[in-house]
């Protein structure tokens, strides 16, 4: 099984790996500050359920074999940064339509499913989510016992540790953008602040190596 002298690192590298800004926190703050809690909750929820399906990927060696094949990586990483860019150009789209024919209530007609879609396949359509799972994880794994199941373990603590920070990120940036909100009145425009977010992250994604 685990070695526990190992966890205080262990905990103590996916601190600071959570905290850096990064395509998954960029999401949350995003939404938990336009839309609310609950929108960043229900991203953070998407982002874990990614994260454990990375950690099966690994434990059954599909990490490796996206090491191995870079037409594999570079495939679902073109994926990724397209359906990034149709997100996008949807949002724009729907900020820019004559206020007249916009749908009412267009901020709340988000569904939570819809939510959780978004934040999973935001990270697990990044290529590079599992190439560092593969490399990570291994590490602190011992001689003894089985192998895979030490990945899973150590995978499902990443992934709850990350979403126990990812709720309280969607926590402090709704309060935040509460305060913002009375401040400027974006309405509608928060359409179009999704959609330059979600085009930043297809760039950022297409660009990667």
Do not use: C
């Amino acid at each position: 099984m685990i070695d526990s002298s190992i966890l205080p690192i262990f905990f103590t590298a996916i601190f600071f790996l959570v905290i850096s800004p990064g395509p998954d926190l960029i999401l949350i703050s995003t939404y938990s500050s336009t839309r609310g809690f609950k929108s960043g909750l229900m991203i953070s929820v998407g982002i874990f359920l990614a994260g454990i399906i990375q950690t099966l990927l690994v434990a059954f060696g599909l990490g490796q074999l996206m090491e191995s094949t870079p037409l594999l990586a570079y495939t679902i990483k073109a994926i990724g940064a397209l359906y990034l860019i149709w997100l996008g150009m949807k949002m724009l789209k729907s900020w820019v339509k004559p206020q007249g024919s916009a749908q009412p209530s267009n901020i709340e007609a988000v569904s939570r499913s819809n939510l959780v879609s978004k934040g999973l396949l935001n990270n697990l359509l990044n290529p590079k989510a599992l190439v560092f799972f593969s490399s990570f994880l291994p590490q602190f794994i011992n001689g003894t016992g089985s192998i895979p199941l030490q990945i899973l373990v150590l995978g499902i603590l990443l992934s709850s540790f990350a979403l126990i920070m990812n709720i309280a990120f969607s926590l402090s940036f709704s309060k935040l953008g509460r305060l913002v909100g009375k401040k400027f009145n974006m309405g509608r425009h928060i359409d179009g602040l999704l959609g330059v977010v979600f085009l930043g992250l297809a760039a950022r994604l297409a660009a990667s190596k």
